[in-house]
């Protein structure tokens, strides 16, 4: 995979496409099934603005698995203060330690309690 990954390091990267800030991150755990749901929300500066959770890919396991909010816009920009929430189902995307949420200022850590 490092082969493959690093071709993909070096396309061009999108301009569409920017991390952005967010303001809380919320946790939860369906009981039923064990599953994670990860919630990253704030303000995002554009109505047009696709916000989403993308997970970096890795070879192996890090200590704290990179998770992007990346925000996309799908028009013209059109400007406005609009709340924003984005979802992603955690799944497998676990560090051996956790998840580490990374938007345009700031991260933030989350220890977790690996089930494998």
């Not at 082969?3 to 009981?31: H, M, N, Q, V, W």
């Not at 970096?56 to 609009?82: H, K, N, Q």
């Not at 955690?90 to 051996?96: A, K, Q, W």
């Amino acid at each position: 995979m490092a082969k493959g990954y690093a071709s993909f390091e070096s396309l061009p990267c999108a301009r569409s496409c920017r991390l952005i800030d967010f303001d809380l991150i919320e946790l939860s755990t369906y009981l039923q099934r064990g599953e994670r749901l990860l919630v990253v929300s704030g303000i995002k500066p554009w109505a047009d603005l696709h916000v989403s959770l993308e997970p970096l890919a890795y070879s192996g396991s890090p200590d704290f698995w990179v998770i992007e909010v990346v925000g996309r816009l799908t028009a013209s920009g059109l400007p406005g203060l609009v709340d924003f929430s984005a979802a992603l189902r955690l799944g497998n995307i676990c560090g051996s330690k956790g998840i580490e949420v990374v938007g345009a200022t700031k991260t933030e850590r989350r220890t977790l309690v690996v089930e494998r």
